[in-house]
């Protein structure tokens, strides 16, 4: 267990008294949902919830955290990191658990991670937590704040107590941001710590800095509020694509072929087409154990016909057709843009080189946090056996895709979809784009 000082910040005692193993954390290739935000109240609207909404992982936590060699939160020895899950603010919650546990499924806290950091005559803390929904994250916020001035002269632990509690204004600092200048006690010691917590979007940050000295820290504690939340935009701007620029080519044939296999049964999906501009026009095929719809759409002008492949008339479709809006995915899957397709984050490394129906290629190998990343949520505990990204050289269109994974239905059903039976799951997927600026244009039916 880390041994932490008597000086451990009243923010970590009082609301999660903070233990892990010592050293720093793994990198988790675990992909943290980030499900639709609901609209924000009207005092406190994110300001970042395009950058937040993306699916955050335990590796980007960490990598939010101060290092300790720069900035303010310098640390003359090695930082000590630590992990926060809820298992772990609820053990550690000795004296109030339920109150604990209550807290965390209210706000859907996901997780977390901290840090301390050692300086000459100070001490400096950074905590950094994920939650479900925007939301949850102000509510954890007030919550906290509250937890610490309503617990004026005790805590979590009996061995610490708080004996003065004064907030403050913040600005500057996140979405909501609130200040607070406490006076601790421990083991006989009074320690004087000053906070600065706030949200961005559905993660909430705390900076803590304590001293021996009754100085005033205020302005020290807000600079590291500031450095960790650069870090933070640091960090999920760097996986979050900005609007891309580029014009796409003029069109382009795609052909997708995937086959989700149980326990020796198949159910293969096929959709195959061309996109000229926004315009497309292709074929889905799709089985699942509840059926098979076999339809051809023509999408013009944001019109959209459709039909039973092969049989009479187009129809033009109501956008509330639920069949047609779940078949209409397929076409295309995928973005031809891997970016806009969440896989700019395979592309890195050194690629391999291969044609692709003619075209020039670099192949790039994903991971199982990068198909979190594609599906915009978690990928569970899949078994990643082929996961093959080809982009077109000099252009950096996506040409091909070859995907083969291993799990439960559950897990892949932001993949393959709801409705398969469960079991261990097999899915097969290729993706493939040919005929760059080779196609003609889509006309409407008639």
């Known amino acids: 267990m880390i041994r932490l000082r008597a000086g451990l910040a009243l923010s970590s005692v009082v609301l999660s008294a903070c233990t892990s193993a010592a050293g720093g954390i793994p990198p988790s290739t675990t992909t943290l949902a980030a499900p639709e935000l609901p609209p924000a109240a009207e005092d406190s609207e994110p300001t970042l919830p395009d950058v937040t909404a993306h699916p955050i992982t335990g590796q980007d936590l960490t990598a939010m955290l101060p290092s300790g060699t720069g900035g303010v939160a310098v640390s003359t020895e090695e930082p000590v990191f630590e992990e926060r899950t809820n298992e772990h603010l609820i053990t550690a919650a000795v004296l109030d658990r339920d109150d604990e546990i209550d ?20 001490d400096s803390y950074v905590w950094i937590d994920v939650f479900e929904e925007a939301g949850g994250a102000r509510d954890w916020l007030n919550d906290t704040t509250g937890d610490i001035t309503k617990r004026l002269g005790g805590s979590h632990r009996p061995d610490i107590a708080l004996i003065a509690a004064d907030d403050y204004p913040i600005e500057g600092v996140g979405d909501n941001a609130i200040g607070l200048v406490l006076e601790i006690e421990v083991d006989g010691r009074v320690l004087h710590e000053t906070l600065v917590t706030f949200t961005m979007g559905r993660i909430v940050a705390f900076a803590s800095h304590i001293a021996t000295e009754p100085i005033d820290a205020r302005v020290p504690a807000q ?7 650069q870090r933070i935009l640091d960090v999920l701007l760097q996986r979050t694509p900005e609007p891309s620029s580029r014009v796409g080519p003029s069109g382009y044939r795609f052909d997708h072929r995937q086959v989700v296999t149980i326990e020796g049964t198949q159910w293969p999906t096929t959709a195959e087409g061309i996109v000229h501009g926004s315009d497309v ?19 013009v002008d944001g019109r959209v016909w459709s039909r039973p ?120 997927m290729r993706y493939r784009v040919s005929d760059l600026e080779n196609v003609d244009a889509v006309q409407p039916p008639g």
Not at 223 to 229: G, I, M, T
Not at 411 to 418: M, Y
């Open 281 to 299: 026009s292709c074929r889905v095929r799709l089985d699942r154990p509840d059926g098979t719809a076999d339809r051809e759409f023509i999408v």
């Open 103 to 122: 807290d965390i499924e209210r706000s859907g806290r996901i997780t977390g991670v901290g840090a301390r950091y050692s300086g000459p005559d100070h």
């Open 223 to 229: 600079y590291l509020a500031e450095e960790v939340e």
């Open 309 to 428: 492949t092969g049989q009479g008339d187009y129809v033009e479709s109501p956008s509330a057709a639920v069949l047609d809006r779940t078949l209409l995915t397929f076409c295309p899957l995928w973005s031809i843009d891997p970016f806009e397709a969440g896989l700019g984050g395979v592309t890195e490394g050194t690629p391999a080189r291969h044609e692709v129906g003619g075209v020039p290629a670099l192949g790039y190998r994903g991971t199982t946090a990068d198909l979190g990343t594609a599906l915009g949520g978690s990928a569970g505990d899949v078994v990643v056996d082929v996961f093959n990204v080809w982009i077109s050289e000099g252009t950096g269109w996506l040409v091909e895709l070859d995907i083969s994974l291993t799990g439960e239905a559950a897990d892949l059903a932001a993949l393959v979809g709801p409705g398969y039976p469960g079991g261990t799951t097999q899915v097969s």
